[in-house]
């Protein structure tokens, strides 16, 4: 029998975080979420102790980490509700899930006021 390896293989996990529909909007600036992130993340206890060990970077409205410690969603979802908190954009703004693994978008809430005049049209057309 071969001796088992001691060593850990570094894993390396993607998220993308999509911003495209706030930052369309103008309601926030993908450069400053980065910032926040980049400022926030949290490495051996450590605020922006990033180093080598997480990337923040944002392409095309996409925000991509990279992470090779022990990183997870409900973090990046937990930073990112206490920056839409600091910027009072809490209450309009929220981090879901999309459909692909790793992957999250950043969607404002859908409004009663909304949903009333939907109903409202589609009493009209009948």
Do not use: C, H
């Not at 001796?3 to 993607?14: C, E, G, L, N």
């Not at 400053?32 to 926030?40: G, P, R, S």
């Amino acid at each position: 029998m071969a001796p088992i390896s001691a060593r850990k293989q570094k894993i390396t996990k993607t998220f993308f975080i999509d911003v495209s529909s706030p930052v369309e909007n103008e309601i926030i600036d993908a450069a400053d979420y980065v910032k926040f992130l980049v400022e926030n993340i949290k490495v051996e206890g450590l605020k922006g102790n990033l180093g080598k060990a997480v990337s923040v970077k944002e392409e095309n409205n996409v925000v991509t980490v990279v992470s090779t410690v022990k990183l997870s969603g409900k973090y990046l979802k937990y930073l990112t509700k206490k920056y839409l908190k600091r910027a009072s954009l809490k209450e309009w703004i929220r981090f879901s899930s999309a459909s692909k693994v790793n992957s999250y978008k950043l969607s404002f809430y859908q409004s009663e006021q909304d949903d009333v005049e939907e109903e409202v049209e589609e009493i009209d057309v009948e």
